[in-house]
Every structure is written in C-alpha cells, then in structure tokens.
C-alpha cells in the first residue's frame, strides 16, 4: 500500500484535473488565414495604354472578380522598367503587391545592364508566363526584297547600307534584330528610338528600311500596302499572317519572341503564389481575353512557377550571349 502525503496527493489531483481538461478540449488545427482579405496593387513598369498595361488591366479585372478584392494597377514608368522592378522588389512578400515584367524587365535588362539595381532571379516569386509575342520583320516597300532570303542577299551586297529601327536600345525587338544580324551574318545599322509607336512612323514614311515590329502593331499598315512582311521570328506561322514563313526557314536555328510575365516579390508564401498562378490561368483562358490574344498573334501562357523560373533563367542566359556577341551597350 502506497502512502501520500498532502503535497504529492494535491498534485496527482491537479494532474488528473489538467489532463481531463485536454481531453475535453477540441484539437488545434494550423490554418493559413484566408488571402486576400485588402486590394492588391499590381505595378506596371511602363506608362498607361501599352502592351503591358493592357494586359495588365484585363488580368485585373478577371481577378478582382475572382478574389472579391479589388487588383488596382499602379503604372510606375521610368528607367526602362526598373523604377517599377526596384518597387516589387521592395514591397512586402505577402501577396498584396504583383508585378507584371516582361522580356526587358526580367531579362535582357540583365544582360544590357551590370549595374541593374535588382535580380529578376533573386528579387522576386515566379508566378507565370502570361503571354508571349513574337515579331515580325517588316521592311519598307522600297526596300527590293520580297523574302528574308532576299532580304539577306541584299544586305551582304550592300553592308552598313541598310538599317533597322527598334523601340529602344537593349529592348526586345532590337535584341531580336541582333540576334538575327549575328545568325544571318550580315551587317545592318541599328536606328533605336524611344518607342514602338515612333519607329514605325518612320518606317512607314521611309526614314529607315526595316524593323522587328510586333504583329499587333503593324499588321494594319501591312494590310494597306505600306509594309511588306517577309517573315516571323516564331518557329510557326500565325493565324493573323499566314503570308509570312518563319524567319527559321531560312536561318536555322532563329526564334525570339517578346513576352510578359507576372512575378511577386521573392519569399512570398508559395500557398499564394499558388492562388495567384491558379486564377491567372482561370482568367488567361477566359473566353474574351484568349480571343483577343490569339487575334493578336499571342501565344497564350500559364505555365507553372517552376517551369517559368527556368523559362527566365534561359532567356538571361540567351540574350546575354547575344549582347556580348553583338557589343551592345546601354549608356
């Protein structure tokens, strides 16, 4: 027979008591708060009325719906996109700011700038792929050509003679003109401005032979005669202008395309990240905004976090061989 004293006898009751209490009591379940519960701010890196913009705008609609939370886009133009980049990179990882980049902002700013204020790898949370535009290259009708291979013919006849337009240094359509220059081996002088929109003006009215312009840009100047299109630098023709063969036929080998993107600042949790990929693809496939992009000429992205954040890191890689090989520098 075991005795107890007063002490240890209170202290087998407060233990029964305490345990009888635990039992009693439900099971503590780990739930994630609910996301989002405030508006999320989506940066555009580039002034209103763009490509971007647009897509950014639709996307946020879809999603504002979708969350029943408002998505308030926030142009934040300046530096070629890396006012707006430095700004995601900087707001809290909580999923209640997005960015939407795209081919400069998350790619061949790196490899045109050795002081870029922020990595596209490090800095931020891969969400998708949202769409990607390949060019076409245009030319003036003057220009005597009527096929890339013709085109490239002319251009080794009359080297340094002929030139092409770009929206800006470093950008996409001068990178896919670089890239080109160095595949077909011919030399042609690169006319940058500071705009889509502005080079095309010359284009059409003379003041330079060609251009990478994106088919959503420049197709209703083709229809009425003012351009000619040789070729595309996707690896297939588009429904918007079966005309034109894949610049590929003639330079094995050659594909570029533009391309945006959505991103979040890095360590964002990946449950949101997850939500955000899920209804972004829900509002891509959507019917109204999927016609609009096929119309364009748009290739209609989605693809998982993971599957684009090795997408990015080969478009670093590409276009950083092409700057080196080509000498390119941004001032």
């Known amino acids: 027979m075991i005795l107890l004293n007063k002490k240890s006898f209170a202290l087998l009751v407060l233990s029964g008591c305490l ?24 940066i555009v890196p580039f002034v209103p009325g763009g490509a971007t ?10 999603l504002s719906e979708a969350f029943g939370q408002q998505v308030v886009v926030d142009n934040r133009a300046g ?10 990179k900087d707001a809290p990882p909580d999923g209640y700011t997005i960015f939407f980049g795209t081919i400069s902002t998350l790619a061949t700013n790196v490899a045109v700038n050795s002081k870029l204020p922020y990595d596209p790898v490090r800095d931020y949370a891969p969400i998708t792929l949202t769409s990607s ?35 800006g240094t470093g950008g996409g359509a001068h990178l896919a003109g670089a890239l080109f220059l160095n595949m077909a081996r011919i030399d042609l002088i690169h006319v940058p401005y500071k705009g889509a929109a502005q080079s095309l003006t010359d284009l059409v009215g003379g003041q330079v032979h060609s251009t990478f312009s994106q088919p959503a840009v420049m197709l209703a100047h083709a229809k009425a005669g003012k351009l000619k299109v040789l070729g595309v630098t996707s690896t297939k023709r588009l429904g918007s202008w079966q005309d034109a063969p894949p610049i590929a036929e003639t330079v094995p080998g050659y594909e570029s395309s533009s391309w945006q993107a959505v991103v979040a600042p890095a360590r964002t949790p990946s449950a949101i990240i997850a939500r955000l990929h899920r209804e972004i693809v829900t509002a891509l496939q959507s019917g109204e905004l999927r016609k609009r992009l096929l119309a364009e000429g748009s290739e209609i992205g989605g693809m998982p976090p993971h599957e684009f954040a090795i997408y990015m890191r080969n478009e670093i890689a590409k276009w950083s061989k092409v700057v080196k090989e080509s000498n390119i520098k941004v001032e």
């Open 19 to 42: 345990s009888a209490y635990a039992v009693a009591q439900p099971a503590t379940v780990n739930v994630a708060p609910p996301y989002p519960v405030k508006p999320i701010r989506a």
């Open 79 to 88: 530096g070629g996109g890396v006012i707006g980049a430095v700004m995601a």
């Open 53 to 62: 913009d647009i897509m950014a705008r639709s996307l946020a609609l879809k």
């Open 133 to 167: 535009n390949p060019y076409f290259l245009v030319i003036h009708p003057s220009v005597m050509a009527n096929s890339v291979k013709e085109f490239i013919a002319l251009a080794r006849s009359r080297p340094a003679q002929l030139n092409y337009a770009s929206s």
